[in-house]
């Protein structure tokens, strides 16, 4: 279970390193491999899975329908993306560069568990995020029941 948020500095190779927290957890749990993809729903953040977690969600994906527009978009950016990072000996993964213009990730980002996967956040679209405030309209029935 990945939970936290982490200010996190990409050097000069693309390279960020695991919070120390994280990395035996990832190292067993995960094999020192991670799957990393686009965030579909928000621009800005990169998802990163570990092998078994994406297994699931990519065979999820790809069993569905290929004739709507909004499938094959989350096929595209989910499993077209896909790229599989591993820890190097000192706790690094490197972000390919290209995930890392699409989203804007350049020398700052933000790391945040998120159960059972990391979002990689670009620092700017983080704040622009956590600035907006939930409101009545947004309120569901599920969020209404929340006991917060």
């Known amino acids: 279970m990945f939970q936290g948020e982490t200010a ?3 050097d000069d190779k693309g390279r960020l390193a695991v919070p120390t927290a994280y990395r035996e957890l990832v190292a067993r749990e995960c094999g020192n ?3 990393i993809t686009y965030n579909p729903f928000e621009s800005g953040s990169l998802w990163l899975y570990p092998l078994a977690v994406w297994e699931r969600v990519r065979d999820q994906v790809n069993a569905l329908p290929k004739a ?3 499938n094959r978009s989350m096929q595209l950016k989910l499993v077209g993306a896909a790229e599989f990072v591993e820890l190097d000996g000192n706790g ?3 972000i390919p560069a ?3 213009a ?3 990730i350049e020398k700052k980002a933000v790391l945040l568990g998120m159960g059972e996967k ?3 956040w670009s620092e700017q679209a983080h704040h622009a995020q ?3 405030t939930v409101t009545d309209d947004d309120l569901s029935d599920e969020l209404l029941e929340l006991q917060l």
């Open 8 to 10: 996190i500095t990409i």
């Open 130 to 132: 956590i600035r907006q």
């Open 102 to 104: 699409a989203v804007a």
């Open 98 to 100: 290209s995930h890392r």
């Open 68 to 70: 709507k527009k909004v």
């Open 33 to 35: 491999r991670l799957v």
């Open 92 to 94: 690094r993964i490197s």
């Open 118 to 120: 990391f979002e990689l």
